[in-house]
């Protein structure tokens, strides 16, 4: 198996690389970063989902399991006192039916995004 994990929040993605050759308990140890709204603190639906695949050479990538992560308190945590964070602790992977087929341990951190402007340019 070749897993990898596609984590989303809203409309954004992103993609873990792929790891080989550790079986049935595939260490990732990435970071991600996503944008976030202030006005995003009041909606308590936000979630990240992680969607585990095994990486196929000759044919669609398989679907292995997904977990998904409540973040609005971290989110609200960051609006308030600029962070928020969410220990790394275990999630069920389940799959489309609910069935539970593993876990994936996870950290969540919020930390205040500050915009900048430099010449003109706002970053």
């Known amino acids: 198996m ?3 994990v596609m984590i ?3 409309n954004q993605e992103q993609k873990s690389s792929v790891v080989k ?3 049935t308990n595939p260490s990732w140890n990435e970071t991600f970063k996503f944008q976030v ?3 995003e ?3 308590h639906h936000q979630k990240l989902v992680l969607r585990i695949m095994d990486k196929d050479i000759f044919n669609v990538d398989d679907f292995v399991g997904q977990a998904t992560i409540s ?3 971290v989110i609200s945590l960051g609006v308030e006192k600029g962070h928020g964070e969410l220990h790394p602790s275990k999630y069920s992977v389940v799959l489309e039916d609910r069935t539970n087929c593993g876990e994936i341990r996870v950290g969540v951190k919020r930390t205040k995004f ?3 402007s ?3 340019y706002t970053l």
């Open 21 to 23: 050759d550790q079986g």
């Open 2 to 4: 070749d897993p990898y």
């Open 8 to 10: 989303q929040y809203r």
């Open 37 to 39: 709204q202030n006005a």
């Open 114 to 116: 500050r915009r900048r």
């Open 71 to 73: 973040v609005a308190d």
């Open 118 to 120: 430099y010449k003109g």
């Open 41 to 43: 603190a009041a909606e």
